[in-house]
């Protein structure tokens, strides 16, 4: 049966609710900016690394997707959430983040100059190249990007729960949180993060439980790759690589 399959296996539960929530927000939710925190800077990062230093076949609607008057608004924040009594006051505020989608252009308009946070966006970025390739319109190469995202998550994450010897429950609760898998379904890098992060320390942790044994060059070097991948787009996990030191 599949529930003892899973109770044995907690990587196929894993997997099986993953791709499930997963296919769910990144198909299901507007194809548009305003999902998670800074997406639609994610998503600019995303289509320029997409096209490399190609920037003549940037199309507009690339660039109204990362302009700030297309992302959503509701009455859940004070920043750029605002609500209307008239439609009149929707149209002016409209107007005046255009405005500041225009200050902006100057940045899109920039060539892409590649560092290692894109490392982040990479699965992302080849959704959109593919989904382009095979001649989709913008708004499946939207989706595709989206389903780059949740493929490197869910890779990652189910190696993360397979090599933990303990504590699996932990790792699959840290991975299937509801704002990981929102993130998931939209652009940003902390999929990716949180996932080759916790795979580093699902192989560390394991490594710690068995001090009488000598620990794998062949683990050693993905644990410490995991977590190299993981910090390159926030600098700040770098101080895992000094665990094995401590």
Known sequence: KLRDVVSRHLQIGFL??????????????????????DDQIHWERSV?????????????????????????????????YQTYNTTEDQARYHATLSAKGRELLPIYTQ?????????????????IGVARLMGLPLHWQFIMGRLGNLTLFIFVGFFAVREAKRYKAIFMIVL???????????????????????????????????????????????????????????????????????
């Open 16 to 37: 099986i609710i993953s791709t499930t929530m997963g296919l769910i927000f990144a198909l299901c939710t507007p194809a548009s900016a305003g999902l998670v925190y």
């Open 48 to 80: 320029k690394l997409s096209y490399g230093s190609n920037l003549d076949d940037f199309s507009q609607g690339e660039y109204d997707l990362a302009d700030l008057k297309y992302m959503l608004f509701d009455s859940t924040s004070t920043n750029f």
């Open 111 to 127: 060539p892409h100059k590649t560092d290692i946070t894109d490392i982040g966006y990479v699965t992302q970025s080849l959704g």
């Open 176 to 246: 299937l949180s509801p704002m990981s898998l929102l993130m998931v379904g939209a652009y940003t890098y902390d999929p990716s993060v949180i996932a080759f992060c916790l795979l580093g320390s699902s192989i560390f942790i394991t490594e710690l439980l068995t001090p009488d044994k000598l620990l794998n060059p062949w683990r050693a070097a993905v644990m410490m790759a995991a977590w190299a991948i993981g910090s390159m787009p926030k600098a700040v996990y770098s101080l895992l690589l000094f665990l094995p030191i401590i």
